[in-house]
């Protein structure tokens, strides 16, 4: 980890088996005092209550904020949850905020500390998602997924020993997320050359190397070795660094985050449980694969050859020979052990032909070869 580690985003960024030990030290040499600890009713029991153990044993005051669950009997980053977390902070006292949890409990948490002005530390316990270390909160407000400007956490203590017990869907999820930067830096090249996006050399360039180094553990990831959990976690924090070094979510998240999004958006109008997010993004990778593929290989468009295309054709083929096909993308979410279908994740064919031609919508300001095929 000593080369991420080096960047200077974080005061403390340890991955390694009891790293939840080194919390409550860090905390006291920063001179903290009042603390408010949040997790849900899981993840206090993977490292909640471990940790807030520790934190009073080193003399620390700890509000503990147990999230409730919504409707859906998932704990959602909206109103409820951020009001909830609120009333726990005492304005002029709480002087740290600690995310102890899944990527949402991280985004209830920066939202709440940065719009508090009290910083947070992150405590992740399963490598889910690569949204760990982002700026951005996506939050849902009145049903409407929203990314809303944050922080990114001061510290982070992953500890091994814990991601290492997380289900293997939250792992698999994690997989997926990373599986998604095939087709999200094929559409970040595609868009600086075909409508100026900028672009930066150094965040595309740890965001490969982070995803190929997943893909060549995937079969230790899938097996939850320490060797195949340390990779996954420090692809996806380093994924999440690329967005930091950057500023905006172009080298991890282009049209299969869109189908994620816009999948994500109508299980949440339909009342439906929600998916996990890389879930979503390993199969939609797969689907906007084969989708681009056909494209560019064999000219089969959904609606007429687009002109950057027609133009640029060449270098999109060149670019995207470094996609792999569907059928390797599902057979690695497989090895990983997650869905590697539409079917398995429960996405109907309705809803799934609706997304192909909207979910560019859901971003209008980004380009992608798929908003490219729409506007033929
Ligand atoms: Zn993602």
């Not at 003399?59 to 503990?64: D, I, M, W």
């Not at 553990?217 to 996954?232: F, M, P, S």
């Not at 439906?272 to 056909?294: D, N, T």
Request: charged share 20%; hydrophobic share 45%.
């Amino acid at each position: 980890m000593s080369k991420i580690s080096e960047l200077p985003f974080f005061e403390s960024l340890v991955l390694e088996a009891g790293a939840l030990n080194q919390v409550a030290p860090f905390l006291v040499k920063h001179g903290s005092k009042r603390l408010v600890l949040a997790a849900d009713g899981n993840t206090y029991e993977a490292a909640g209550r471990d940790l807030e153990l520790m934190l009073r044993e080193a003399g620390l005051e700890v509000t503990l904020c147990l999230l409730e669950p919504a409707g859906t009997g998932d704990v959602v980053a909206d109103e409820a949850a951020i009001v909830q977390l609120l009333l726990a902070i005492e304005p002029g006292l709480t002087d740290a905020l600690i995310a102890a949890g899944s990527g949402t409990i991280h985004d209830i948490v920066r939202f709440a500390g940065h719009r508090s002005g009290i910083p947070f530390i992150s405590v992740p316990t399963a490598p889910s998602v690569d949204g760990f270390t982002s700026a951005g909160a996506p939050l849902i407000i009145r049903g409407i997924k929203k990314t809303v400007p944050a922080v990114p956490p001061t510290a982070i203590f992953a500890d091994l020993n814990i991601l290492m017990k997380a289900p293997q869907s939250l792992v698999a999820a994690g997989f997926g997320d990373m599986l998604g930067k095939y087709t999200s830096l094929f559409d970040w090249k595609f868009s600086r050359l075909t409508a100026g996006e900028p672009y930066n050399e150094q965040a595309a360039l740890i965001t490969e190397r982070a995803l190929n180094s997943c893909v060549k553990h995937a079969r230790e990831i899938g097996q939850r070795t320490e060797e195949g959990i340390t990779v996954l976690m420090t692809a996806l924090i380093e994924s999440g660094i690329a967005m930091l070094l950057f500023g905006q979510s172009h080298p991890a998240s282009g049209a299969e985050h869109h189908l994620s999004h816009y999948w994500e958006m109508e299980f949440l109008r339909r009342g439906h449980r929600a998916l996990l997010h890389g879930a979503k993004v390993g199969v939609a990778c797969a689907e906007i694969s084969r989708l681009y593929h056909a494209a560019a290989d064999s000219g089969m468009y959904p609606a007429g050859e687009p002109e950057a295309l027609r133009q640029h054709g060449e270098q999109v083929r060149a670019w995207l020979a470094d996609v792999p096909s569907e059928a390797e993308i599902r057979e690695l979410l497989r090895q990983a052990g997650g869905p590697s279908s539409l079917e398995e994740l429960g996405i109907d064919g309705e809803l799934f032909t609706r997304s192909l031609n909207e979910a560019h919508i859901v971003r209008m300001n980004r380009h992608t070869l798929l908003r490219a095929l729409n506007e033929a």
